[in-house]
């Protein structure tokens, strides 16, 4: 088989694979790549003009790199047919047969089709050049894709570099020859209370990675995803990590609708162990754990509840820091219920602008109705009870078992919420 020296290559290869930061298998196939677009444009350059080159002609050519004989090979697979049309693709039956008897119409060899000729080297070497580096850079964008593919949804270190209309383009840390990549932080993902000030560093939820088709990865991270509350727990309380406490569910508003209405973050934990206050575990000795997490978070607001299977237990945790007297499940099968609270609870209940309990709701998962105690009215709420049972045959199955479960309630007068019990014992 004929062959192209290029006399140094494995040394070529090395360094490159060095200055570069890359695989030595990465610059091998950006060799190849370069190498069969220099065949290409000799290709083009004899004028054959009774092939007409299509952007998907050379598809079925290949190079072979030879590291031992510093050198390359061009390989073409052609289908074995009886009469052929195209030699670049086609090879007679006849012609095979004579090398290989066994061979038969519609299969397909391998052939070696390194031209001969002094002028190929030459021009190859220099259209090698030329390519080389972009097939460098895409290898390298390739790997740095893969890189942070797996990262995606996890949390990095990032450092403000500029702005781009209501964006913010910071810059990502990769180990691919490029110190750093550019990432994205959406408007919508950034925090009320961060100062962006170039240079300045934050930790990000890499929200999602995006194939770039001429700067690399497009990463577009976040500060205002449940993943970094989740994280920062967990790297902050060690009885997450070893999984003696779990985060059950998180609900964060880290851009309210209104301006008036600070950031804040629901969060439900649990735990199998019985001497163990999953609650307690999260805020730490005189609130210094959590307070980590709300200083890297710019002072959010945080509400540690503790998650119960009880659906009643865990909408009035959830509701916490407000006082809650009854809970009602006024229809489980569409996950409604209404809580009552006293009178000087409600503003506490439903928080500024709905926020509280709209995050309760999310985190939860019931609509929950917020209802004066004293003004409730439950001969009223039971026919309507009623009037529902009779329209929705779904929720007669469920109620004809037991009447008495057409409403669960739980008395929580004599308690107090979670966060407020833990801060006494605290104290």
């Given at each position: 088989?004929s062959?192209?020296?290029l006399?140094?290559?494995?040394k070529?290869?090395?360094?490159?694979?060095?200055?570069?930061?890359?695989?030595?298998?990465?610059v091998?196939?950006?060799?190849?790549e370069?190498?069969?677009?220099g065949?290409?444009r000799?290709?083009?350059?004899?004028?054959?003009?009774?092939?007409?080159?299509?952007e998907e002609?050379?598809?079925?050519?290949e190079v072979?790199?030879?590291?031992?004989?510093?050198g390359?090979?061009v390989?073409?697979?052609?289908?074995?047919v009886?009469?052929v049309?195209?030699?670049?693709?086609?090879?007679?039956?006849?012609?095979?047969q004579?090398?290989?008897?066994?061979?038969?119409?519609?299969?397909?060899v391998?052939?070696?089709v390194t031209p001969d000729q002094?002028?190929f080297?030459?021009?190859?070497a220099?259209?090698?050049?030329?390519?080389l580096?972009q097939k460098?850079?895409?290898?390298?964008r390739k790997l740095i894709?893969?890189e942070?593919?797996?990262l995606?949804g996890?949390v990095?270190?990032a450092?403000a570099l500029?702005?781009?209309?209501q964006?913010v383009?910071m810059?990502?840390?990769s180990?691919f020859?490029q110190?750093?990549?550019?990432?994205?932080l959406?408007k919508?993902?950034q925090l009320?209370?961060?100062n962006?000030?170039?240079n300045?560093?934050?930790k990000?939820f890499?929200k999602?990675?995006?194939e770039?088709?001429h700067?690399?990865?497009q990463?577009?991270?976040?500060?205002?995803?449940?993943?970094?509350v989740?994280y920062?727990?967990?790297?902050?309380?060690p009885?997450i990590?070893d999984?003696v406490v779990r985060?059950?569910a998180v609900?964060?508003?880290?851009?309210?609708p209104?301006?008036?209405?600070g950031?804040r973050?629901?969060?439900?934990v649990?735990t199998?162990?019985?001497d163990v206050d999953?609650?307690?575990?999260?805020?730490?000795?005189?609130g210094?754990?959590?307070?980590v997490v709300?200083?890297?978070?710019r002072g959010?607001?945080i509400?540690?509840?503790r998650w119960?299977?009880d659906?009643?237990?865990y909408i009035a945790?959830a509701?916490?820091p407000a006082?809650?007297?009854q809970?009602?499940?006024v229809?489980?099968?569409?996950?409604q219920?209404?809580?009552?609270?006293?009178?000087?609870?409600l503003?506490l209940?439903i928080?500024?602008e709905g926020?509280n309990v709209r995050l309760a709701?999310r985190?939860?998962?019931w609509?929950?109705?917020i209802k004066?105690?004293?003004k409730y009215?439950?001969e009223?709420?039971h026919?309507?009870?009623e009037?529902l049972?009779?329209?929705?045959?779904d929720?007669d199955?469920?109620?004809?078992?037991?009447?008495?479960e057409?409403v669960e309630?739980l008395n929580?007068?004599d308690s107090e919420?979670?966060?407020e019990?833990?801060?006494?014992e605290?104290e």
């Open positions: 088989m062959i192209v020296a006399p140094g290559l494995k070529m290869i090395e360094e490159i694979s060095q200055s570069h930061n890359l695989p030595k298998s990465a091998q196939q950006a060799l190849r370069a190498l069969l677009k065949y290409e000799y290709r083009r350059a004899q004028r054959l003009d009774r092939y007409h080159f299509e002609y050379f598809n079925n050519f072979d790199l030879d590291i031992d004989e510093e390359f090979r390989l073409s697979t052609k289908t074995i009886e009469e049309s195209n030699s670049d693709h086609q090879i007679s039956l006849q012609e095979v004579e090398v290989a008897s066994e061979a038969q119409l519609g299969d397909s391998v052939l070696d002094s002028e080297g030459r021009m190859a220099i259209q090698t050049k030329q390519v580096s460098l850079r895409d290898q390298q894709q893969e942070f593919e797996e995606e996890t990095l270190q450092r500029r702005f781009e209309r964006s383009i810059a990502i840390s180990g020859g110190p750093e990549v550019e990432a994205e959406p919508r993902e009320p209370n961060d962006y000030r170039i300045a560093t934050f990000v890499l999602k990675v995006r770039g088709p700067r690399g990865p990463l577009v991270v976040s500060r205002g995803a449940a993943g970094l989740v920062l727990f967990a790297n902050e309380v009885e990590e999984e985060i059950v609900a964060r508003e880290a851009n309210p209104s301006r008036h209405v950031p973050t629901k969060i439900a649990d199998l162990e019985r999953p609650v307690g575990a999260c805020i730490g000795a005189r210094s754990r959590i307070q709300v200083n890297e978070l959010e607001k509400d540690v509840i119960s299977p659906p009643s237990t945790n509701l916490s006082r809650v007297e809970v009602l499940l229809n489980p099968e569409g996950r219920a209404h809580v009552l609270v006293p009178e000087d609870q503003s209940a928080g500024k926020q709701a985190l939860t998962g609509k929950i109705d004066d105690v004293a009215d439950y009223a709420e026919r309507k009870i009037a049972i009779a329209s929705s045959p929720v199955e469920i109620y004809e078992e037991d009447e008495e057409v309630t929580l007068k919420p979670v966060d019990r833990l801060d006494q605290e």
